[in-house]
């Protein structure tokens, strides 16, 4: 069956540009995760959401990072006014829900470079 | 503290080696733990789930040990396809599955 999928999977943009990254999570699941990893360093949680709500917002970096769902499927993370310090592999995860000993199942993710 | 922490290596070992990770966590509530792989450019992929009693996947071996706080992967007769990081993942219930991953431990098997 389809796996999640992202959507670009290289996106090159200048400094002070708009972005939005696009995730389809694995039909059914109603968990749904975004996570930074800059070059060299490990996962960082943005973002989770449990159907179209965000119960945890904690790890956006600043308010020009957003993010939403619709349908309990698509989720678009949407970056705003970027910087060089947001170059880094976006990555999406997917779960049967949000229950303990859940897997997660990532997307490919999207390679975004800020010139 | 870190909440997850690991050693990023490398470890390089020689084919047919048998290497052991570890990884510690700071959160005495946390409920589940796993090791995930991800390999060079790729996304991570569920390895597995590490159990209170220990389990064991083939060459794999999983340890959890809740009083020191720490998990441990062991990979018997290391294979060239081994190469990977290995993350570390620990989950805590806070009204969801919230996990926090390591930074990964990078392991290169030489021929």
């Known amino acids: 069956g389809a796996g999640v999928s992202q959507s670009p999977s290289n996106k090159v943009t200048e400094k002070g540009k708009d972005v939005e990254l696009r995730c389809d999570p694995i039909s059914g699941h109603t968990a749904l995760y975004w996570y930074r990893q800059r070059l060299g360093q490990g996962l960082e949680f943005l973002i989770y959401?449990?159907?179209?709500?965000?119960?945890?917002k904690s790890g956006l970096p600043s308010d020009r990072f957003s993010a939403e769902r619709t349908g309990e499927s698509v989720s678009t993370l949407t970056i705003q006014r970027t910087q060089q310090e947001d170059s880094a592999v976006y990555l999406c995860?997917?779960?049967?829900?949000?229950?303990?000993?859940?897997?997660?199942?990532f997307g490919p993710g999207t390679r975004l470079t800020v010139l | 503290r870190k909440e997850v922490e690991q050693d990023p290596g490398p470890f390089n070992v020689p084919e047919g080696a048998t290497v052991a990770f570890n990884c510690t966590y700071s959160?005495?509530?946390?409920?589940?733990f796993f090791w995930y792989r991800q390999d060079c450019r790729k996304e991570p992929k569920l390895l597995m789930s590490v159990y209170s009693s220990g389990n064991e996947d083939g060459r794999f071996t999983a340890q959890l040990n809740r009083a020191s706080q720490y998990i441990s992967l062991l990979i018997r007769d290391s294979k060239l396809s081994d190469s990977a990081t290995y993350l570390c993942?620990?989950?805590?219930?806070?009204?969801?599955?919230?996990?926090?991953f390591g930074i990964g431990t990078k392991l290169q098997v030489i021929p």
């Open positions: 959401f449990q159907g179209n709500s965000a119960p945890d």
């Open positions: 993942v620990v989950s805590s219930s806070g009204g969801y599955q919230k996990v926090t």
């Open positions: 995860a997917s779960s049967l829900e949000a229950r303990e000993g859940d897997e997660q199942f």
């Open positions: 959160n005495s509530a946390s409920q589940s």
